[in-house]
């Protein structure tokens, strides 16, 4: 077989499959209106049969001219509020509801509703020439009664073509300006495909398009593994993409129960379609609980860039209108235990997407009390998101009633620790003794205080398992006690995650960026600066001059490293993502803190600098010789103002500051894609060592490394 004909043969494989066991009929492309993009006799025909009184009043009010303004009522009310809207909540035309397509019930107790579901119409359509101003065609349309929902553009490596040039065509040959690609209004999803590889996006905007890889990972979904899919000893490998994904049942279930529309604050639309290992840990997790019921504990270790608020978001929803192979309800609420406020807001707009109605998600905030938390889960509120300071409310009710309820934990971390209230033995103004003691004395109340995922781990293990009490545990770097209570035992007797998608996927993906990569120590920097300083054939910066001013560099030396940091900041970190990027210097203890940030401005000062200020962050009140200092107190806007705690993250987002000193605070949980530098003068080991420098790894337009600079 010559290579044009396997790529042909790869083209009708996928048709073949979803033609016999995907639920497709062979589409005809000539039936294609490519002026409305719509294969308007299948529309109609869905409609007279699924509906036939309807479109019988219908038929009376416009005679003649029914189906015309059918096809023209549809058009506009899917271009005021798109397609996805339309599909899951029909239009009305003269007080008549019409639904475009029905979606699968919860239960199968209503055979009405199942009837109508088995009568949607899905065409795979091969070849499909789409555009009124060329002859171009698209590999493959899946149509759903007669509306285009995905377009697939196959390539194949025997003739020398990958996803790569399906991507180029996307972005160059396809037009937007074509009915069928106007984005939220036909085609909801594109796929570039190959022989070993998928990728996906939502819009078609030219250069500008940005595919999203839809692969499984190279150890298949759900395991520890790198980018890419695993090696099949029969078939396709992108096979999943057709068998698991695109086939009837799925596809429909990903329209009515996963797609949503985003607007951010600046109104600019995004449509989410989910990533492979997003759709891969819902359905898992589906599966599981109709098998075995409410009581039983999962750990989803999912890296940061995962679209975990999505995943979250997906899941909620989904238990919360589960149903056993009895029809029983399995969980009356779902309760999802968070201190992200983002999450909040982005819970209740996706699932107002799906069902189009108010209040189906109850907050908990911290202006609220435990009785409110009672009230909601009494009430039998679908979806309930709380904080973990009122967690132990749960159990009092779930052991009051018996009723069941599935608890999906968000990410766990404390964002600061208490005071520690060991008192110095030696005088604070002895800074080598004073800094040197207050490391040890915060390092060890550090290691001795709980954290929130500690704290939670000690509340579950107190009350232990309970049989109508599911949890769902979401974190990236779970400890070993989470790993343990959360996780599923292996043969070996060590513990698992119930699915991951591991870091290395996600920075081999692009979700995020590899820490690691630019990584150096004090020490190395320091030779380095000496060496180029001392040779005269190289021209040494001005930040390798300040370096090499130093005999020695000292632990205990904060003006040294002071030096280091700002002359590096000004030379290199300045520079970055388009001159916005931030810094984290990671201090050993608060007085640390305090002291680099009177250093930082001494030193600002004295070089007559003006292009860089700096904040604090550290909990309570820290006292040096005889001045005592708050985080308040310290940090000052350019009017002049405190900056208070809640207002911090603002500040330093904005231009007014570019580095940030923390003491045990914003090292997780703290997201700010501008920190493209961190400087460590702090032990990390262990989870905390992966915490601490994934705050620098998320993404953004222009962020193409980062530098971590460690003692």
């Known amino acids: 077989m010559d290579d ?7 083209e009708e494989a996928i048709e073949e499959y979803l033609i016999t066991q995907g639920g497709y009929k062979k589409g005809n492309p000539s039936k294609f209106d490519r002026t409305t993009a719509l294969a308007q006799d299948t529309l109609l025909s869905f409609i007279k049969v699924t509906q036939p ?16 303004s059918f096809i023209k009522r549809f058009s506009k009310e899917v271009q005021v509020n798109g397609l996805l809207h339309v599909l899951r909540h029909g239009f009305k035309d003269r007080g008549i509801l019409f639904k475009v397509c029905f979606f699968k019930p919860e239960t199968s107790i ?15 359509t091969r070849q499909l020439h789409y555009s009124v101003l060329n002859k171009n065609s698209i590999d493959i349309v899946l149509f759903l009664n007669g509306i285009p929902v995905v377009s697939l553009e196959l390539k194949c490596q025997f003739t020398g073509q990958s996803a790569y040039n399906a991507i180029n065509q996307y972005k160059f040959d396809r037009a937007s300006k074509d009915a069928i690609f106007d984005f939220r209004n036909r085609v909801l999803v594109h796929f570039a495909v190959d022989l070993y590889e998928v990728y996906m996006t939502t819009r078609l905007n030219g250069d500008s398009t ?49 797609m949503h529309l985003k607007i951010d604050d600046k109104q600019a639309e995004t449509l989410i379609f989910p990533r492979f290992h997003q759709l891969d840990v819902v359905t898992k997790l589906i599966v599981d609980v109709k098998e075995n019921g409410a009581g039983k504990n999962y750990l989803i270790q999912h890296s940061a860039g995962s679209g975990k608020s999505n995943s979250i978001a997906w899941l909620a929803y989904r238990l919360s209108g589960l149903h056993n192979i009895q029809d029983e309800k399995i969980f009356h609420s ?31 905030d911290e202006k609220k009390h435990a009785v409110d938390l009672r009230n909601a889960i009494n009430a039998n509120k679908k979806i309930i998101i ?51 003691e207050y490391r040890q004395m915060e390092s060890e109340a550090e290691e001795n205080t709980k954290d929130e995922e500690d704290k939670l781990v000690e509340e579950l293990t107190t009350h232990g398992q309970i049989p109508n009490l599911s949890f769902f545990a979401f974190t990236a770097t779970p400890k070993a006690k989470t790993l343990q ?9 060590t513990y698992r995650a119930f699915h991951i998608y591991s870091m290395r996927q996600a920075i081999e993906e692009h979700f995020i960026l590899d820490v690691l990569k630019n990584y150096t120590t004090y020490n190395m920097y320091y030779k380095i600066a000496k060496k180029v300083a001392d040779d005269p054939a190289l021209d040494a910066s001005k930040a390798t001059k300040e370096i090499s001013k130093y005999e020695s560099l000292h632990p205990h030396n904060l003006a040294q490293k002071t030096a280091i940091i700002i002359e590096h900041f000004r030379n290199i970190t300045k520079n970055k993502i388009s001159g916005q990027a931030k810094a984290m210097v990671v201090t050993a203890s608060r007085l640390h803190a305090v002291r680099y940030l009177f250093e930082f401005r001494r030193y600002i000062k004295a070089k007559a600098y003006d292009d860089l200020d700096v904040l604090v962050a550290f909990s309570g009140t820290v006292k040096d010789n005889s001045a005592e200092w708050t985080e ?32 045990e605070k914003y090292q997780t949980g703290f997201d700010e894609p501008l920190l493209h530098t961190m400087f460590v003068d702090k032990k990390l080991t262990g989870v905390k060592a992966v915490q601490t420098l994934s705050r620098l790894n998320r993404t953004m337009k222009g962020k193409k490394d980062t530098f971590v600079l460690d003692s």
């Open 632 to 663: 308040e107190k310290i940090n000052i806007d350019k009017q002049g103002h405190p900056i208070k705690e809640k207002q911090l993250k603002r500040h330093f987002n904005s231009p007014d500051f570019n580095m940030l000193i923390v003491a």
């Open 485 to 493: 209570l959360f996780g599923e035992k292996q043969k070996d007797d």
């Open 386 to 436: 709380t904080t973990l300071q009122k967690f132990p409310v749960i159990y009092e009710e779930v052991e009051k009633d018996g009723k069941s309820f599935a608890i999906i934990v968000d990410e766990a971390h404390s964002s600061q620790t208490g005071e520690a209230s060991k008192k110095l033995k030696k005088a604070l103004g002895n800074i080598e003794e004073a800094l040197e």
């Open 334 to 364: 779902v309760i999802v235990v968070t201190d992200r406020k983002i999450l909040d807001s982005q819970l209740q707009e996706t699932i107002y997407q799906f069902d189009h109605v108010l209040g189906v998600v109850e907050c908990i």
């Open 4 to 10: 044009n004909l396997k790529e042909k043969a790869f």
């Open 110 to 124: 209503n055979k009405d509703t199942m009837k109508l579901y088995e009568q949607n119409i899905l065409h795979c």
């Open 210 to 258: 940005y595919f999203l890889p839809f692969n499984q990972g190279s150890n298949g979904a759900g395991n520890v593994g790198g980018k890419g899919n695993p090696l099949r000893q029969q078939g396709y490998q992108t096979a999943y993409l057709w068998e698991h994904v695109l086939c009837k049942d799925r596809l429909l279930e990903i329209l009515h129960k996963f």
């Open 53 to 68: 009184k309807k479109w019988e009043k219908y038929c009376t009010i416009y005679g003649s001219a029914a189906e015309d």
